[in-house]
């Protein structure tokens, strides 16, 4: 098992459903991240908060939220998402995302199915 | 543009022999190279990092090495097993806290 848990693990929505995705990790990291994979693909970055903050938005669409109470939890609040959002999305957390040589701690995921 | 190649989709060895995978990228300045290993289904797990002004870091059956002028790492695994059959993944870090992955290559290590 990983020291980031990812709930939850499976999640079926419609496209006019309003849903979380969670995350946590008590590494004591400051950097989390939400990454989005499609199958046979490559982990592709979303977001990246640090210390709390929004520091790296990768143009994703508005129909994802990112949100990080505190330094523990970071949660993917979705809306009107479209089939194609179909995919495994990860979460992972570091030390400080500037200048750091940590490395990534992901969870297992969450599988998302879009109908 | 920027780019990270894994030079192949799959790679198939017997056991017991040495899987080299590698990892090629352009228009990167990274601080980092990051090896991950993803087993269907699951998070990748990170392996090993080797910084920019390092050429070579080992782990018990694992060697990455790092060519800045060539653009290039390679992964090996040693004494391969039937176990350390998987996805690997290279990814760069750079110093602003971005990390990106290479497509991976499924590595089938056969009895």
């Known amino acids: 098992d990983t020291e980031v848990t990812q709930t939850p693990k499976h999640l079926v929505m419609g496209m006019t459903n309003k849903k979380s995705l969670k995350c946590e990790q008590h590494?004591?990291?400051?950097?989390m991240y939400w990454y989005k994979q499609k199958a046979k693909k490559p982990p592709e970055l979303m977001f990246v908060?640090?210390?709390?903050?929004?520091?790296i938005n990768e143009s994703v669409p508005s129909r994802f939220s990112p949100e990080c109470p505190n330094s523990s939890l970071l949660n993917l609040h979705l809306h009107a998402l479209q089939p194609e959002d179909s995919a495994l999305y990860l979460c992972a957390s570091s030390q400080p995302a500037r200048g750091g040589n940590s490395p990534l701690h992901f969870g297992n995921g969450t599988r998302l199915t879009v109908t | 543009s920027q780019k990270i190649e894994q030079n192949s989709e799959a790679l198939n060895i017997q056991e017991g022999k040495t899987a080299t995978l590698t990892c090629n990228y352009t228009?990167?300045?990274?601080?980092?190279l990051q090896w991950y290993r993803q087993d269907p289904g699951r998070g990748p797990v990170f392996l090993l990092l080797i910084r920019e002004n390092e050429k070579e870091k080992r782990k018990e059956r694992l060697k990455v090495t790092f060519d800045t002028t060539l653009k290039q790492s390679l992964f090996h695994i040693t004494a391969s097993q039937p176990a350390d059959s998987a996805t690997y993944l290279c990814?760069?870090?750079?110093?602003?806290?971005?990390?990106?992955f290479g497509d991976g290559t499924t590595l089938t290590v056969k009895p």
């Open positions: 590494m004591g990291h400051r950097a």
């Open positions: 228009n990167y300045s990274p601080a980092y």
């Open positions: 908060y640090s210390y709390e903050k929004l520091s």
């Open positions: 990814a760069l870090r750079t110093n602003a806290g971005k990390s990106t």
